[in-house]
């Protein structure tokens, strides 16, 4: 009989089966994943053969190359209910973030000056905003109530009539606490505001139709959803109205210029149509792992999980262990990949401003591992993650 909680692994992949983990083992999914193997063999043909300028389109080399890059739009688009037309490349997540926020601030400048965000957004939207104030906007950062969510109806009393744009990501990258941007999105449409949402971590884990959601802007990484790096999308709402950040040659009709990664574009079309078609098992397959993990942590001593336990994704699991410091802990545990925090903050000693924003106290939110599953995950890896953890935890 098959163990529904043996994941299919990568090809180039050389674990022992599910009773027998290999290490190290991987659990810091959140901060970025592996390239599935199908998604490399796809991108391979684009580096090496077919790798033409997809803009020089007076012979084959360029032709294959454009055709390919307007197939992985459609694949992109698809994932989240969109029109291909509406999907511009971009390096990534940071950079859609950037684009989005400053492109339409700066566009929409003349109908006012007024932005809001959550005070647990990733650093790519904080501190684009904080940019945005030292050019003469005004930004609201809202906190989140302490599980983690925005309370829409103090999103709705925020907004201001020169309020011209809000930014609230759809799952935290920290906690995994998924907001309530369909209500947001709703709110927003009925007082002309633009809603931009950063889907890094929702991308290939959630079902997404910017439509129901009310989004106008939305930002994804390929590297979230086992496609390459450095290559991400920005969805533009069409007659949105966005300043481009990049000046140059004037691709992606106008919005972002620079010769187009083929083969990175490729990648992250292959990772969103894989996202598609599996999404639904895959995430199926994952919650029941994350039941077991979260039982098994249940009964350790003196640990919080933190941000809601039902509105979340099943890949992520935040939790404090009390008594000592996360990183410290993490060393105890040399054999596992997880985060102390996100993957931008750790470099930073200071307790997470995400875990902060929820009103735990210093001690506890320099305790939090952020622990988060994928697609190579099995039973035996997280069996092996809590037997460690008890003999790391006394």
Known sequence: MTDTLTPSRPAASCRCPDTTPALPIYLDYAATTPVDPRVARAM???????????????????????????????????????PAADIVWTSGAT???NLALKGAAHANRARGRHLITMSTEHKAVLDTMRRLETEGFEVTCLAPQADGLLDPAAFEAALRPDTILASVMMVNNEIGVIQPIAALGRICRARGVLLHVDAAQAGGKLAIDVDQLGA????????????????????????VALEAQMDGGGHENGLRSGTLASHQIVGMGEACALA???????????????ERLRAG???????????????RIPHNLNVSFAGGGAAALADRLPDIAVSAGSACNSASSAPSYVLRALGLDDALARSA??????????AADVDYLLQQLR????
């Open 276 to 290: 598609q078609r599996e999404m639904a098992g895959e995430t199926a397959r994952i919650a029941l792992l994350q």
């Open 369 to 378: 591992l952020r622990i988060t599953l994928g697609r190579y995950t099995g």
């Open 391 to 394: 003999v790391a935890l006394g």
């Open 44 to 82: 391979l043909e684009f580096m090496t053969e077919k790798f033409g300028n997809p803009a020089s389109t007076s012979h084959a080399f360029g032709q294959d190359a454009a055709l390919a890059v307007a197939h992985a739009r459609r694949q992109v688009a698809a994932l989240i209910g969109a």
């Open 95 to 97: 950079e859609s973030n």
């Open 297 to 311: 942590i249940e009964a350790l001593p003196g640990v919080r999980f933190n941000g809601h336990l039902e509105q």
């Open 216 to 239: 106008d802007l939305l930002s994804l990484s390929a590297h979230k959803l086992y496609g390459p790096k450095g290559i991400g999308a920005l969805y533009v709402r069409s007659g």
